[in-house]
């Protein structure tokens, strides 16, 4: 056990179908998330919510989001490699349960989580790896794009990969 455990509100483990072929993994929750015990319901998850819903054609109860971390950082600050690696058998216990088609890793912490502390978020996103042998996309972190709007085409990008790998329709304008 971490010391994370001390300063939450709630534990946040993730929600949606345990049955879905879509697993979304982000880094931590954040404020928002702690009160309300659910995975990405703040701005970021807003925006989430968006693109699973206005780009993909699915809703959030269709997917499984959740995060590498289950306790909120003190401060919003990013989940030390200790506290990651508590949660990140959790993690590895939810994906085997769930075992999706496909899993979307949102941002660089979650993706050095599962990839390791050399994988570079700017220079390694948009490509295909294997987690729990299940094909893995990693992509920028909804916070990270509503910073940095101009990031919102590549993240896109890689979304169209994820929708082709499930066999969904891909609209041309969206």
Not at 26 to 34: A, I, N, R, S, V
Request: proline share 6%; glycine share 10%.
């Amino acid at each position: 056990r971490c010391g994370l455990h001390t300063g939450r509100t709630t534990l946040v483990f993730g929600e949606g179908d345990p049955n879905a072929r879509l697993v979304f993994i982000g880094e931590g929750p954040g404020h928002d998330e702690d009160l309300a015990g659910r995975p990405f319901v703040g701005k970021s998850g807003q925006l989430l919510t968006k693109i699973i819903e206005s780009g993909m054609g699915l809703t959030r109860d269709q997917v499984y989001i959740c995060n590498v971390a289950k306790c909120r950082p003190p401060n919003n600050r990013d989940p030390e490699e200790e506290e990651v690696g508590t949660c990140l058998p959790f993690l590895i216990q939810q994906i085997r349960i769930i075992h999706p088609e496909v899993i979307c890793v949102l941002g660089r912490v979650a993706s050095q989580a599962l990839f390791g502390k050399g994988f570079k978020i700017t220079a390694d996103r948009g490509q295909w790896r294997a987690f729990e042998e299940i094909p893995t996309m990693t992509t920028f972190h909804p916070a990270y794009l509503l910073r940095n709007p101009a990031a919102k085409r590549e993240t896109w990008e890689d979304i169209k990969q994820v929708m082709k790998k499930l066999g969904l329709e891909v609209k041309k304008d969206a």
